[in-house]
């Protein structure tokens, strides 16, 4: 079992920047793939960034491609997502999840869900 929470929400305007991390609890962190997802009112959950095992891969959804960074520290049992030159679009709430995968996209493929934090960029 892996239980996330998310933190680092908030409200900013466009074209600022916000960190989103994700703490995880349990002793095999290192053991599972890591994602960020996101889902706006009225659409449907989409992917935003995923990170493999050890983070020396990532996958990245072209909509933020050059804008986000995704990170992890297996010391600390922690994900991060770095965003920057935020637009009014990036507005959702951003989930955190974990899959026993090495790294994924595929959001059925992810085993494990935080609770979510609202990101809001005001234009």
């Known amino acids: 079992q892996v239980q996330l929470v998310e933190s680092g929400g908030g409200l900013v305007q466009a074209g600022g920047s916000l960190r989103l991390s994700c703490a995880a609890s349990?002793?095999?962190?290192?053991?599972?793939?890591m994602g960020w997802f996101r889902q706006a009112p009225g659409k449907e959950r989409e992917f935003v960034a995923a990170?493999?095992?050890?983070?020396?891969?990532?996958y990245y959804a072209d909509s933020v491609k050059g804008r986000f960074t995704i990170s992890k520290n297996n010391a600390k049992n922690e994900v991060y997502l770095q965003m920057n030159s935020l637009k009014p679009e990036d507005t959702a709430v951003y989930y955190c999840?974990?899959?026993?995968?090495?790294?994924?996209?595929?959001?059925?493929?992810?085993?494990?869900w935080g609770q979510g934090t609202q990101v809001t960029v005001s234009s």
């Open positions: 349990g002793r095999t962190f290192s053991s599972y793939g």
């Open positions: 999840a974990a899959s026993v995968r090495r790294i994924t996209r595929i959001r059925d493929e992810y085993d494990y």
């Open positions: 990170i493999s095992r050890s983070g020396g891969s990532t």
